[in-house]
């Protein structure tokens, strides 16, 4: 992230005058809740996008500490106060966690998991009941030893059904028992298929798998297609992480060398990740605007009123020819791309596309987009809310990732809350999901009708429509997120 004078201390230091001190009251172990509070209202009330939103978040809303730790105490635990206190209705990406460890380890691709990438659906008889199917499996895992395979179905685990709660939106989700099921170390999946009545029904053959800790690379497929003489790149791409920057720029070296003419960029199941890392990959497909505008930041009025007097270039994301290590990046100098999107297509990803639209032709085949145009970022409980290990608070690890920016594209356009809606639309067909990379899998054989203008009138479009409800990363600290990867050195501000 770029920097901008140091100035901002100055600027918001009398704001936070008043954090100096610490309460320890309401002890928690070596930590109360009202110290953990105190870090959480500092943190939102300088960077949280939606600050004007939130009266309490008014610098002068509070006449005295007393008055402030009143209504902090007024919330029972760090949980409440955030998401009950402090976030706005409308917010859904923002969130806390009582171990930042884990959060860091999600952004880095660790996890515990058999190897199954799953959604899940309701079952269409019963809304009670729910049914998962194999989006992909991690190689080299349990579930890939195990022969579990994309497309399989199972309703059961350990012989219990997969049930659902009934939300208040109306809207459902996986019931607790459920998700305790899916989270054992050792559990057994019990396989169904349908019917000719298109009802699922149990085949009576069971699968036992272990979780075991992975890490996933992010770049799952890239190869080069040859489909009627043209050649044509193809890459799933499945998490924007920054620790697999090397790996993603390998890909495009590869795509390089193939001589590619076109790219199909696969973001069906990718929920987002680090927005340095979609910049790069704009760079690395295109090439021809280095240093052009990608987006052009929004942060709170007050630190975008800090930049803006400081250095407003900080608010500007821009094409770039190096990736995190200093490699040199491998661009492809298109002028076209088909991106493949669904309801699990989100944040960075969109980022990818928005980014690009003033610049080249981007075509997206599949379904409607998350809708998710802001940016987060890690606030620890330290004296400038970075991981400054010499003031990083020993006594928890808690920390606190809101939204702090939105943005806009360089042609001025905003992305759409309700997504973005494909050119082509298709549907995944539960009944038909294909191999990935497959140049007959549904989604891109229609990307590839697009590339060589093929008639498409030819394909199965209809199967079983299913809803789809979630899938198994919103399990993940990372789900649906778009983080800059480290506070910006000028934002460091002394609490």
Known sequence: MKKIASSLLILFFALFSLSCSTDRDDELGPVSFLEIKNFIYDGMQLYYLYKPEVPELANDFFESREERNDFLNSFDTPENFFYNGLVTPGDRFSFITDDYRELERSFAGISKTSGIEY????????????????????????????????????????????????????TYSLSARSRELLNLDVFSIDLAEFDTNDNLQPTGVSIDLTQVEYTENPVFIAKTLTVNTRKIGYLMYNAYRRNFDVQLNNAFAQFKADGIEDLVLDLRYNGGGSVETAIDLTSMITGQFNGQVITKQRWNPEVQAVFEAGNPENLLDRFDNSISNKDAINSLNLTRLFVITTGSTASASELTIIGLKPYIEVKTIGTTTVGKFEASLTLYDSDDFSRNDRSLNPRHFYAIQPLVYTYENSAGTVGPPTGIIPDFELRENLTNLGVLGDENEPLLSLALDQILGRSPSGKTRSGIKFEHFTAVENQSPDFQRMYIDNLPEALQNKR
């Open 119 to 170: 959604g899940l659906s309701l079952d269409r008889n019963d809304p009670n009941f729910a049914f998962a199917w194999v989006r992909y499996v991690l190689p080299e895992t349990p579930a890939s030893a195990a022969g579990v395979e994309r497309g399989m179905l199972f309703n059961s685990v350990n012989g219990e059904r997969l049930t659902t709660t009934a939300n208040a939106d109306g």
